[in-house]
């Protein structure tokens, strides 16, 4: 009886084990290439539950990155807007590959040490989070709006795009056209800190866009907003409904939170 005993306790251990390791396999943390951002590092995250769900996706910039970026002035002072020409500032974040789960390809990271255009509102310095739908070479073909303005101005229906968000006319080279929140602080009486824009181009939402100060994610150390959602999505697939701006360990971590998964229509 004892032996029987210890041989169901073996095969009861054994299968509490694989079970544990498959969800290990499939849920956890997973952590992208780290790239050098000026004296620090920057790098992404995703957080996938025991099913490979996602739970959130996050861009994370250490205190050696942020204490050691440039002042000055930017290339768009010559150009009159955002110019993610100048690779000093600007990198490709990319996600492990368990990231393939969510709508997004890879994330933007642009420091702006003198903000952008128009400089009444957005001219403050602060990092533009652009997590694109599509491929780096897709985001670098898009030429400036003044060479070919087409797919610029052919823009998703209504339905996929917050109801409170207005297109202000023009596009940014190498981004795509932008829709702002009528809603935000700063189109409301407020200085910007932070706000939440969606792009396009070419008849599809192509990225989300967590703008934030410099200011704003060294004094705020737990920070969380509602996203601003669209009635419809072009793509089935999982959608962030949270944003949230942590600090800790020296690291400071902007997350896209609370995943939802929607049809298309």
């Not at 002035?73 to 500032?89: A, K, L, V």
């Not at 030429?143 to 795009?161: A, L, N, Q, T």
């Not at 200085?191 to 939402?205: E, H, L, N, R």
């Amino acid at each position: 009886m004892k032996r029987l005993f210890m041989l169901t306790l073996t095969a009861t251990t054994l299968f509490i084990s694989c079970k544990k390791d498959k969800e290990n396999e499939n849920g956890g943390i997973f952590k992208g290439p780290e790239v050098q951002l000026h004296g620090g590092k920057a790098w992404t995250w995703i957080h996938l539950n025991k099913n490979g769900n996602p739970l959130r996706l996050a861009v994370v910039i250490n205190d050696a990155a942020l204490n050691s970026l440039p002042a000055g002035i930017n290339d768009h002072d010559n150009h009159g807007d955002h110019d993610h020409s100048n690779m000093d500032n600007n990198r490709i974040l990319k996600f492990h590959p368990k990231g393939a789960i969510v709508p997004f390809n890879h994330v933007g990271l642009g420091w702006n040490p003198t903000g952008h255009e128009p400089e009444p509102i957005y001219g403050k310095p602060h990092f533009d989070f652009h997590f694109y739908m599509t491929t780096p070479e897709a985001v670098a073909a898009i030429p400036p709006y003044e060479v070919d303005s087409s797919k610029f101005k052919k823009w998703p229906g209504p339905d996929y795009f917050p109801p409170t968000y207005f297109n202000p006319g023009g596009g940014v080279p190498q981004m795509g056209a932008h829709w702002l929140d009528v809603t935000s602080g700063e189109f409301n009486g407020q200085a910007f800190s932070q706000t939440f824009i969606y792009g396009s181009y070419d008849g599809k939402v192509t990225f989300y866009e967590p703008m934030i100060t410099l200011d704003f994610l060294k004094t705020n150390s737990n920070f969380e907003r509602a996203i601003p959602q669209p009635s419809k999505v072009q793509k089935s697939g999982w959608y962030p409904s949270k944003l949230r701006v942590v600090n800790h360990d020296e690291l400071t971590e902007i997350i896209l939170d609370a995943f939802v998964y929607r049809m298309q229509s």
